[in-house]
């Protein structure tokens, strides 16, 4: 595959804690090496939002074989921006209150990790690759030649959440920072202490703290860290 520096395509890894700034500066390092993006977590979003829109959710909580059956034939596909769940674009929708409530349960259910695993390797097979999500370094691939751990203070993170749903939606309209902040500690929690695929950082990975960095400055050191690797 071709990428605009020309060098030889590696997977770049970048796992984090909800609300870390993984998407942001996941999408313009992408888009500064002309590699792909993957936003793992909205193809978790997309089963959830299948998931809710069959009626599913609650028979799942004591058995999840059913889910099997809608895994199936499931099609996610990213194009430029915009996330399509069979056929649908889907971008808005997955990213509404319904979904983010149940997506770290239904993540949490092992035929749904293992499904999405297969795709994401398959979508990540030619690599020149930056895919974001929790488990990337660790279990879809634990070979990606660099892998990035970002991390961010918990009120931090509340606080740019808060700006960006207020832009969306209105501050009125907003959950306060407190509420967030409140939703974030319990989605880090549930993603930490599950089972399958667990939020953990690869001990090759590189930690970057972002609690006081803007978001130049943090695309600035991903990208540096990238070069390096592409360039050594
Ligand atoms: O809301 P935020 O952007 O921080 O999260 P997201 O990246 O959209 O991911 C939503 C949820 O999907 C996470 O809280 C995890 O429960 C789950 N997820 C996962 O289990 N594994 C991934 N590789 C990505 C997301």
Do not use: C, W
Request: glycine share 8%; charged share 35%; no cysteine.
């Amino acid at each position: 595959m071709e990428n605009r520096i020309g060098k030889r395509p590696i997977i770049i890894a970048i796992d984090g804690p909800a609300a870390s700034g993984k998407s942001t500066t996941a999408r313009i390092l992408a888009g500064k090496l002309g590699y792909t993006y993957i936003d793992t977590g909205a193809m978790y979003r997309s089963v959830t939002l299948k998931v809710l829109r069959a009626g599913m959710l609650d028979r799942l909580r004591h058995d999840d074989r059913e889910v099997a059956g809608l895994l199936e034939g499931v099609d996610i596909e990213f194009r430029g921006d915009r996330v399509f769940l069979d056929g649908e674009d889907v971008s808005e929708a997955i990213r509404e209150n319904s979904v983010s409530r149940e997506v770290s349960f239904v993540s949490s259910l092992k035929p749904v990790r293992d499904r999405l695993l297969e795709l994401q390797q398959q979508m990540g097979a030619a690599r020149a690759v930056v895919m974001d999500g929790r488990d990337i370094g660790t279990v879809v691939f634990p070979d990606a030649e660099l892998k990035i751990f970002l991390v961010a203070d918990p009120r931090e993170r509340a606080k740019r959440r808060h700006a960006e749903l207020s832009l969306k939606g209105g501050v009125d309209a907003a959950p306060t920072v407190e509420e967030l902040e409140e939703e974030i500690r319990k989605r880090d929690r549930d993603d930490e202490e599950r089972t399958h695929a667990p939020l953990k950082r690869h001990p090759d990975a590189v930690v970057v703290d972002t609690s006081l960095s803007t978001i130049d400055e943090q695309v600035s050191r991903v990208f540096q860290l990238a070069m390096n690797v592409l360039e050594g």
